[in-house]
T-cell receptor
Framework: KQEVTQIPAALSVPEGENLVLNCSFT??????LQWFRQDPGKGLTSLLL?????REQTSGRLNASLDKSSGRSTLYIAASQPGDSATYLC???????????FGQGTTLQVKP | DVKVTQSSRYLVKRTGEKVFLECVQD?????MFWYRQDPGLGLRLIYF???????EKGDIPEGYSVSREKKERFSLILESASTNQTSMYLC??????????????FGPGTRLTVT
């Protein structure tokens, strides 16, 4: 059964720092991996989707990498800002139905 | 931009009431999903649908049912609301091809309180 783990559960950094969020999964036979952002009391916003054939995806200050063989993905945030404060979740589909298995998330606080 | 909308942001219902949560997407996506999110338990899948009139149970379907009569609309029904169904409910949609799965897009969520 696929399991997704995110470490650390919480992270606090000063503004301007580059940081890496980690996501690991137990079954490497995945179609894709998706990173989301969630602000308190809100829905999830899709940040990046990496297909299984890709190694990385970039969007602005965000870069996500995927290493299927080791069951790992990282989300790199460059030059962090207070507005980046949120919970970041990664998720993988256990098969081709489209449903997702989510990690517990990493709550990021960027201090001014 | 893909848009997934949910009928209510906040809802307060009494125990035993029948509750309807509506979700609409405007991108012609085949797949639609209902999750609930609780502190410490994360996101858990209740039901999903990959086509009109089709439905599949997720991890926690007990106490819930769904309806998908039109491609763009997916409804979650709490047959007899109970206090343990107090939660944040999130709807999502995505596309599928033969060999690829698309991004999953979420609605803003409905915070349901059952008293």
């Amino acid at each position: 059964k696929q399991e997704v783990t995110q470490i650390p559960a919480a992270l606090s950094v000063p503004e301007g720092e580059n940081l890496v969020l980690n996501c690991s999964f137990t079954d490497s036979a995945i179609y894709n991996l998706q990173w989301f952002r969630q602000d308190p009391g809100k829905g999830l916003t899709s940040l990046l989707l990496i297909q299984s054939s890709q190694r990385e995806q970039t969007s602005g200050r965000l870069n996500a990498s995927l290493d299927k063989s080791s069951g790992r993905s990282t989300l790199y945030i460059a030059a962090s800002q207070p507005g980046d404060s949120a919970t970041y979740l990664c998720a993988v589909p256990p098969g081709n139905t489209g449903k997702l298995i989510f990690g517990q998330g990493t709550t990021l606080q960027v201090k001014p | 931009d893909v848009k997934v909308t949910q009928s209510s942001r906040y809802l307060v219902k009494r125990t035993g009431e029948k509750v309807f949560l509506e979700c609409v997407q405007d991108m012609d996506h085949e797949n639609m999903f209902w999750y609930r999110q609780d502190p410490g338990l994360g996101l858990r899948l209740i039901y999903f649908s990959y086509d009109v009139k089709m439905k599949e149970k997720g991890d926690i379907p007990e106490g819930y049912s769904v309806s998908r009569e039109k491609k763009e609309r997916f409804s979650l029904i709490l047959e007899s609301a109970s206090t343990n169904q107090t939660s944040m409910y999130l709807c999502a949609s995505s596309w599928t091809t033969v060999d690829r799965l698309g991004e999953q897009y979420f609605g803003p969520g409905t915070r349901l309180t059952v008293t």
